[in-house]
């Protein structure tokens, strides 16, 4: 039997309407409602939400939950969204992601793998909006984001909010980070926390980078540390070949929070059409052992990360609009950007692959967007 997951409908009911009951017209789970599966039919901005909720007169309002008529206006939907707690909003979303995880769990002697990654929303900034940087912790399986708060404007300052660790579950977890959070703190919260982490050793670290090119200079002196992978494929008109190789060389004469072995990974590209080559290469370290993670399991890893950076730039910025989003009063820009990391995570659990396809198939059919929130039974 298949397992259940838990209908986005129940965790919006956990968020607190602190409101006053007189005067209050439309439940504020209704409303997060409306705005999670109208992102889902592909819509972007408060004003069309509130008018696709109310196309359908009374069928559509009464099924994502409004006790009046018709469901509320755009002003309206936008003063209740600015007014509420946008930490809340998101780390009851991220409960129910956790939820999720639980629910689809890895087949077994699979690592559980995590992206750490970052964006900015760029639409909001020109406006002053507060807090427009924010991270994302995705789960490499599900591609589902995890743990995505708003962070200060400048994020290579503070890249990890220091709260924000006691949220986020290392321990026994693989975290891959990108090239601006590979810094020492952050290394040695995952290290000190019980998780492992995989990290690009890039121009920000000069002394890690140089250590790790040291070690690659002369690979004949350390040739007993060292162990490679490799991997061709071909598709979309090109031949990609990815070599990795590690080495253990450095351990004990560095001082890089829990670092194992060193790695790097060369990737060639020819085009098969034109002939033209490309070469790229990335260096990087990991506290993985060579017994926890052999050079074909770490090329994986890095890979991954890649794939779960491009697929999450990709469909925020690109897909949902993200970057074009205007809203700057008081937590909408949270409490947006939450309900987009909802309404995409659920079609990567419901097994859409092609985030814009689902959304244009949902758009002409809106009732099984609300089927699929769980609003109303499956057919």
């Known amino acids: ?16 309407d602190p409101r006053y009951s007189r005067g209050r017209r ?3 789970v209704a409303m997060l409602a409306l705005v999670c599966v109208a992102m889902r039919c592909g819509y972007r901005s408060s004003s069309a939400m509130a008018e696709w909720g109310r196309c359908d007169g009374q069928t559509l309002a009464r099924a994502l939950g409004f006790t ?51 964006n900015t929303l760029r639409g909001r900034r020109p406006q002053g909006a507060p807090a427009v940087h924010r991270l994302s912790v995705l789960s490499h399986r599900l591609g589902l984001p995890l743990w995505p708060p708003a962070v200060a404007d ?7 909010p220091a709260d924000g660790w ?20 952050i290394a040695d919260r995952i290290v000190q926390g019980g998780g492992d982490d995989v990290m690009p050793g890039t121009g920000n670290q000069p002394q890690l980078q140089h250590a790790i090119q040291l070690v690659f200079h002369a690979p004949h002196l350390l040739a007993e540390t060292m162990a490679t992978a490799e991997t061709v494929a071909s598709g979309h008109g090109r031949l990609e070949q990815r070599r990795l190789t590690a080495s253990s060389g450095r351990v004990g004469y560095s001082d890089w929070p829990g670092l194992a072995q060193a790695f790097q990974v ?27 993670a052999g050079p074909g399991r770490r090329l994986s890893l890095v890979r991954q990360h890649w794939s779960s950076e491009d697929k999450s730039h990709g469909v925020r910025e690109v ?27 659920w079609m990567h659990c419901a097994g859409e692959t092609n985030i814009a396809a689902a959304c244009r198939r949902f758009a002409a059919k809106p009732w099984a967007a609300l089927a699929l929130s769980g609003l109303i039974p499956q057919n």
């Open 266 to 292: 060369a990737r060639a590209v020819i085009m098969q059409k034109s002939g033209e080559h490309r070469h790229e290469g990335v260096d990087g370290v990991t506290s993985l052992s060579q017994a926890q």
């Open 154 to 160: 400048k994020p290579h300052a503070s890249p990890v």
């Open 68 to 118: 009046q008529a018709k469901a509320p206006c755009a002003a309206t939907l936008s003063q209740v969204l600015r007014q509420r707690d946008g930490n809340v909003v998101e780390a009851t979303r991220g409960a129910w992601a956790a939820s999720v995880l639980t629910t689809l769990p890895p087949v077994p002697g699979e690592l559980a793998v995590r992206a750490i990654d970052g």
């Open 1 to 16: 039997m298949e397992p259940t997951l838990r209908p986005l409908v129940a965790s919006l009911h956990e968020i607190p």
């Open 166 to 185: 006691r949220e986020l579950v290392v321990e026994g977890r693989v975290m891959t980070v990108d090239a601006l959070r590979t810094q020492r703190a």
């Open 319 to 345: 897909t949902v609009d993200e970057d074009r989003a205007q809203g700057r009063c008081g937590s909408i820009p949270q409490v947006m950007a939450a309900c987009r990391n909802t309404a995409r995570g």
């Open 26 to 28: 439309h439940p504020l």
